[in-house]
C-alpha cells in the first residue's frame, strides 16, 4: 500500500493569509487527489492534480481559491488562500489504489483552524 | 436527496455486539462501493471494498451490496473495543481516477 505524508498535521491561521499543504507519496502516481472533510460534514473532492497538466476542479472549487501544484509523480501542494473560518476543514490528499479498482489511499490530513 | 446517505449515529454498542452499518444512495452508475474506517486525528483508512452486488468477508467484517435496493451494509461481528472510530461508506463508477462520494460516517462506541 502507498505510504502518504502530509505536511503541516495541524495549523491555526488568521483570516485573509494562505496556507500551504504538502503532500508526499513514496511511489509514483500519475493522479492524486485532494479532500475537505467539514465538520459533520461528506469528505469531497476538491480536485484532481496529474503531474504534467492543469488540476481538474469540482464544483465549488475554484483554481484561485485553492491552487495546486504537481511538480513530479510524488509530491503536490494544495494553497487556500485568503482564508475565512468557513475554511476550518480537514485537508486530505489521497492517490489510487490501484490494481483494476477504483479505490484510494489517504493521507493523515491537515487540520485547518481559521480565526 | 443526497448521493449517498449514512445514519451519523453515535452508535454505542457493549465489546462483543454485532454491529450493522448501513448507506443508501439514489446513482445507479456506482460499481464501487467501499467503506473506511477513520479514527480521532487520523487519515481514513481502506477497510473493505465490493465491487457491484455481493457479499464479501473478511475476517470479522462483511460487508453486502444490493443494488436493486440501492443500500450497502457492513457488519462487524464480535465488536472490540478498538473498533470505536468513524466508518465512512464511499462509492464511485466505473471509471478510474473518478471522485469518491462519501457519506458523512457512522460514529462507532465499542464499550467494555
Known amino acids: 500500500s502507498a505510504v502518504i505524508s502530509q505536511k503541516p498535521s495541524r495549523d491555526i491561521c488568521q483570516r485573509g493569509t494562505s496556507l500551504t499543504i504538502q503532500c508526499q507519496v513514496d511511489?509514483?502516481?500519475?493522479?492524486m487527489f485532494w479532500y475537505r472533510q467539514q465538520p459533520g460534514q461528506s469528505l469531497t473532492l476538491i480536485a484532481t492534480?496529474?503531474?504534467?497538466?492543469?488540476?481538474?476542479?469540482e464544483s465549488g472549487f475554484v483554481i484561485d481559491k485553492f491552487p495546486i501544484s504537481r511538480p513530479n509523480l510524488t509530491f503536490s501542494t494544495l494553497t487556500v488562500s485568503n482564508m475565512s473560518p468557513e475554511d476550518s476543514s480537514i485537508y486530505l490528499c489521497?492517490?489510487?489504489?490501484?490494481?483494476?479498482?477504483?479505490?484510494?489511499?489517504f493521507g493523515p490530513g491537515t487540520r485547518l483552524t481559521v480565526l | 436527496q443526497k448521493e449517498v446517505e449514512q445514519d451519523p449515529g453515535p452508535l454505542s454498542v457493549p465489546e462483543g455486539a454485532i454491529v450493522s452499518l448501513n448507506c443508501t444512495y439514489s446513482?445507479?452508475?456506482?460499481?464501487?462501493f467501499m467503506w473506511y474506517r477513520q479514527y480521532s486525528r487520523k487519515g481514513p483508512e481502506l477497510l473493505m471494498y465490493?465491487?457491484?452486488?455481493g457479499n464479501k468477508e473478511d475476517g470479522r467484517f462483511t460487508a453486502q451490496v444490493d443494488k436493486s435496493s440501492k443500500y450497502i451494509s457492513l457488519f462487524i461481528r464480535d465488536s472490540q473495543p478498538s473498533d470505536s472510530a468513524t466508518y465512512l461508506c464511499?462509492?464511485?463508477?466505473?471509471?478510474?481516477?473518478?471522485?469518491?462520494?462519501f457519506g458523512k460516517g457512522t460514529t462507532l462506541s465499542v464499550s467494555s
Open positions: 489521497s492517490v489510487p489504489r490501484g490494481g483494476g479498482t477504483d479505490t484510494q489511499y
Open positions: 511511489s509514483q502516481v500519475t493522479m
Open positions: 492534480a496529474n503531474q504534467g497538466s492543469e488540476a481538474t476542479y
Open positions: 446513482n445507479s452508475a456506482f460499481q464501487y
Open positions: 465490493t465491487y457491484s452486488s
Open positions: 464511499a462509492m464511485s463508477g466505473n471509471q478510474a481516477g473518478t471522485a469518491l462520494i
